[in-house]
């Protein structure tokens, strides 16, 4: 029986992406310790037989104060020492970095998950030096360095941020393809959703301009937003929304941690974002044979076939989103079940939780012997 150790920066992060692994190594018997702040899913993690849930003080979502930042690496340390883990498994920037300089102190093996650059990562000039510098001291020592694309795997070897030894790429997170699963399959394509944070870089006011355009020629579509409207910071984006808060033609709601309700009364999603890790939102729609356009970029390129199980757009502007929305909008209904049924194929075949669970098993096995 091993002793392992789960770091992340959110309890919701665990819960909807780490669970089939949490308990496929539950099963296996091993000790397993979730380290992470209090939030809405932290009840889930405290009840799951097995498990032993500690809470993760001091993480600033967002700023980089010094002292809290020292703090939280602290008490990281205190936990660590105290369960004398064989295994560490970090997700997020902040517990990769934090908790890779302890295991690399305390001779612990870690494996470190690169889920997504994030918006840290700025494209053409990498992260910063500060935090350029932290990753290579914490990944340099790391026993197994896992990425969800290719492409974020390559750009931290071109920044000489890690070495080819030991890094891996496996398909995301994985999905439940029977809790995502489509209950009413769609004939015709009118209703558009959006999914996901408001900002800039996923490509939000690519959407409302090109639904505003489409709305010129056409009174028979919809267009749905779903996203936290009330705490955006981009005040481009806060006149975009204000702009069409009163169009009928448009619905603004609150982000769901149940994403099938919005699905399921929608056509087609459209995600026209810059970057991606590998995109579950993505995924969840295709598993429920809903269309989809998205960007041909890193963590959205992989799962898409364009024109045979989704719509990948030429470039990231208003004008190409417009364009892939006026090719669905001609799709007959022989071709929306022909695409829609082959994009669940895709996710039945290579991006199931179980996938995802044995290619873990596998570099486990490989890397740690469990």
């Given at each position: 029986?091993?002793?392992?150790?789960?770091?992340?920066?959110?309890?919701?992060?665990?819960?909807?992406?780490?669970?089939?692994?949490?308990?496929?190594?539950?099963?296996?018997?091993?000790?397993?310790?979730?380290?992470?702040?209090?939030?809405?899913?932290?009840?889930?993690?405290?009840?799951?037989?097995?498990?032993?849930?500690?809470?993760?003080?001091?993480?600033?979502?967002?700023?980089?104060?010094?002292?809290?930042?020292?703090?939280?690496?602290?008490?990281?340390?205190?936990?660590?020492?105290?369960?004398?883990?064989?295994?560490?498994?970090?997700?997020?920037?902040?517990?990769?970095?934090?908790?890779?300089?302890?295991?690399?102190?305390?001779?612990?093996?870690?494996?470190?998950?690169?889920?997504?650059?994030?918006?840290?990562?700025?494209?053409?000039?990498?992260?910063?030096?500060?935090?350029?510098?932290?990753?290579?001291?914490?990944?340099?020592?790391?026993?197994?360095?896992?990425?969800?694309?290719?492409?974020?795997?390559?750009?931290?070897?071109?920044?000489?941020?890690?070495?080819?030894?030991?890094?891996?790429?496996?398909?995301?997170?994985?999905?439940?393809?029977?809790?995502?699963?489509?209950?009413?399959?769609?004939?015709?394509?009118?209703?558009?959703?959006?999914?996901?944070?408001?900002?800039?870089?996923?490509?939000?006011?690519?959407?409302?301009?090109?639904?505003?355009?489409?709305?010129?020629?056409?009174k028979d579509v919809s267009?749905?937003?779903?996203?936290?409207?009330?705490?955006?910071?981009?005040?481009?984006?806060?006149?975009?929304?204000?702009?069409?808060?009163?169009?009928?033609?448009?619905?603004?709601?609150?982000?769901?941690?149940?994403?099938?309700?919005?699905?399921?009364?929608?056509?087609?999603?459209?995600?026209?974002?810059?970057?991606?890790?590998?995109?579950?939102?993505?995924?969840?729609?295709?598993?429920?044979?809903?269309?989809?356009?998205?960007?041909?970029?890193?963590?959205?390129?992989?799962?898409?076939?364009?024109?045979?199980?989704?719509?990948?757009?030429?470039?990231?502007?208003?004008?190409?989103?417009?364009?892939?929305?006026?090719?669905?909008?001609?799709?007959?209904?022989?071709?929306?079940?022909?695409?829609?049924?082959?994009a669940r194929n895709k996710?039945?075949?290579?991006?199931?939780?179980?996938?995802?669970?044995?290619?873990?098993?596998?570099?486990?096995?490989?890397?740690?012997?469990?």
């Amino acid at each position: 029986m091993k002793r392992i150790v789960f770091v992340s920066n959110t309890s919701w992060n665990l819960v909807n992406f780490r669970m089939p692994l949490i308990k496929e190594l539950l099963l296996k018997g091993n000790q397993v310790f979730c380290l992470a702040p209090k939030d809405n899913f932290t009840k889930i993690l405290e009840a799951l037989p097995g498990l032993h849930y500690l809470h993760l003080k001091y993480v600033q979502a967002r700023g980089m104060n010094p002292f809290f930042e020292l703090l939280l690496m602290a008490h990281i340390l205190v936990r660590v020492k105290r369960i004398k883990p064989d295994l560490v498994i970090s997700y997020t920037i902040k517990p990769n970095i934090y908790a890779g300089i302890i295991c690399r102190w305390l001779n612990i093996p870690i494996m470190n998950n690169i889920t997504g650059l994030g918006s840290e990562y700025k494209e053409g000039r990498g992260f910063s030096k500060a935090i350029g510098k932290m990753l290579h001291y914490t990944l340099e020592k790391s026993t197994a360095v896992i990425f969800h694309n290719s492409a974020d795997k390559e750009c931290l070897i071109r920044d000489a941020i890690i070495q080819e030894k030991n890094t891996y790429v496996i398909n995301g997170s994985g999905i439940d393809i029977e809790f995502f699963k489509c209950r009413n399959k769609i004939r015709r394509v009118n209703k558009f959703l959006f999914l996901g944070r408001l900002l800039p870089e996923k490509g939000i006011l690519e959407f409302i301009d090109a639904a505003r355009e489409i709305l010129i020629k056409r009174k028979d579509v919809s267009f749905t937003i779903v996203g936290d409207s009330y705490s955006v910071d981009n005040e481009e984006i806060r006149i975009a929304l204000e702009r069409i808060r009163d169009d009928k033609s448009f619905t603004i709601r609150k982000f769901t941690d149940d994403p099938r309700s919005c699905l399921e009364k929608s056509d087609c999603l459209i995600l026209p974002s810059s970057r991606e890790g590998l995109s579950k939102s993505l995924m969840e729609a295709m598993s429920m044979e809903r269309v989809v356009i998205a960007s041909n970029v890193p963590g959205c390129s992989e799962l898409l076939d364009n024109g045979k199980n989704g719509v990948i757009l030429e470039e990231i502007s208003w004008r190409s989103v417009y364009n892939a929305i006026s090719t669905v909008l001609d799709m007959d209904e022989n071709e929306i079940l022909l695409l829609t049924e082959s994009a669940r194929n895709k996710i039945k075949s290579e991006y199931t939780a179980e996938f995802i669970v044995n290619q873990y098993n596998n570099i486990l096995h490989q890397n740690f012997l469990l």
